[in-house]
């Protein structure tokens, strides 16, 4: 079932997502070359907990760490340890947190030092995509406008989506419905509402889109052993446009400009509804 927030919901999902938003961008101000993504995972875990909230990912189905720390051809869910960054790397760091009984998850891709020019690429288009993505979120569209709007986006710029792991809704679980792939054809899925929270999270490979994963379990690498970028945000489907949640303050998250909209949480919604899914939803799972 697919579930639609209340006002009051809405406004507890905020504070945990511009939580784990203020973390990410602590830890992307920390990635240099010589820092080891344990360092990063060590920092993550701290400020969580400081600030009363637990991580989401650790302890979840055995994941072993509180970040997903993703180097180079690692696709996602890569395992934090010992190895230093070096100069021309780029990590993505994915990050979850649970507060006050909602959870937050926030991604994105940082160039260690100087990159060329082809991964800068890589991760301005994969962001990119993200953006024309969440352009597609209001009310009435369908899941899959967000997928078509990333791949025609992504595959026009040479690029390929990865398509074994998807976007998802979240809420009181980490993992929602609907799931949302980075692909599709526009028109299918179920429909958008208000109050509808959503995890939009492009995984784009610079060479083809094929991934498996490594033995640990967990860490999926492209198959082609080319680059790969990911960036995520959370997104509320309100006053018929969309509010991207994961950004590190209230005040910065409510100004409106181009990529966001003016409205916040505060926004008058119908209390908690559920909605069965659609059965064009697609398959898997980010």
């Given at each position: 079932m697919i579930v639609c927030r209340s006002a009051?919901?809405?406004?507890?999902?905020?504070?945990?997502?511009?939580?784990?938003?203020?973390?990410?961008?602590?830890?992307?101000?920390?990635?240099?070359?010589?820092?080891?993504?344990?360092?990063?995972?060590?920092?993550?875990?701290?400020?969580?907990?400081?600030?009363?909230?637990?991580?989401?990912?650790?302890?979840?189905?055995?994941?072993?760490?509180?970040?997903?720390?993703?180097?180079?051809?690692?696709?996602?869910?890569?395992?934090?340890?010992?190895?230093?960054?070096?100069?021309?790397?780029?990590?993505?760091?994915?990050?979850?947190?649970?507060?006050?009984?909602?959870?937050?998850?926030?991604?994105?891709?940082?160039?260690?030092?100087?990159?060329?020019?082809?991964?800068?690429?890589?991760?301005?288009?994969?962001?990119?995509?993200?953006?024309?993505?969440?352009?597609?979120?209001?009310?009435?569209?369908?899941?899959?406008?967000?997928?078509?709007?990333?791949?025609?986006?992504?595959?026009?710029?040479?690029?390929?989506?990865?398509?074994?792991?998807?976007?998802?809704?979240?809420?009181?679980?980490?993992?929602?419905?609907?799931?949302?792939?980075?692909?599709g054809i526009p028109g299918r899925g179920p429909?958008?509402?208000?109050?509808?929270?959503?995890?939009?999270?492009?995984?784009?490979?610079?060479?083809?889109?094929?991934?498996?994963?490594?033995?640990?379990?967990?860490?999926?690498?492209?198959?082609?052993?080319?680059?790969?970028?990911?960036?995520?945000?959370?997104?509320?489907?309100?006053?018929?446009?969309?509010?991207?949640?994961?950004?590190?303050?209230?005040?910065?998250?409510?100004?409106?400009?181009?990529?966001?909209?003016?409205?916040?949480?505060?926004?008058?919604?119908?209390?908690?509804?559920?909605?069965?899914?659609?059965?064009?939803?697609?398959?898997?799972?980010?």
């Open positions: 009051a919901e809405l406004e507890r999902l905020a504070r945990v997502n511009q939580l784990v938003a203020r973390v990410l961008r602590e830890l992307r101000a920390m990635v240099a070359p010589g820092v080891t993504t344990a360092d990063l995972d060590e920092v993550a875990e701290t400020r969580l907990r400081e600030a009363g909230a637990e991580p989401a990912f650790k302890g979840y189905h055995g994941y072993p760490a509180t970040i997903c720390a993703s180097i180079n051809e690692q696709v996602v869910h890569g395992i934090p340890s010992s190895r230093a960054l070096v100069e021309g790397d780029i990590l993505s760091i994915d990050m979850g947190a649970k507060l006050d009984g909602f959870f937050g998850d926030c991604a994105v891709t940082v160039p260690v030092g100087q990159v060329d020019e082809e991964a800068a690429r890589l991760l301005k288009v994969t962001e990119e995509a993200l953006y024309r993505g969440i352009d597609q979120v209001r009310a009435g569209a369908r899941v899959s406008d967000i997928g078509a709007a990333v791949q025609a986006y992504v595959e026009a710029a040479g690029f390929s989506v990865v398509r074994e792991f998807v976007g998802h809704g979240i809420g009181t679980k980490l993992h929602e419905e609907p799931q949302i792939p980075n692909y429909r958008l509402a208000e109050g509808m929270v959503l995890a939009i999270e492009p995984m784009v490979n610079f060479g083809k889109a094929g991934v498996k994963v490594l033995g640990d379990g967990w860490t999926a690498v492209t198959r082609d052993g080319s680059l790969s970028a990911h960036f995520e945000h959370t997104v509320v489907v309100v006053n018929g446009g969309s509010r991207i949640l994961t950004t590190p303050d209230t005040d910065e998250a409510s100004k409106p400009g181009p990529r966001r909209s003016a409205s916040g949480p505060q926004a008058a919604l119908p209390p908690s509804r559920t909605m069965a899914a659609d059965p064009q939803s697609l398959g898997g799972r980010g």
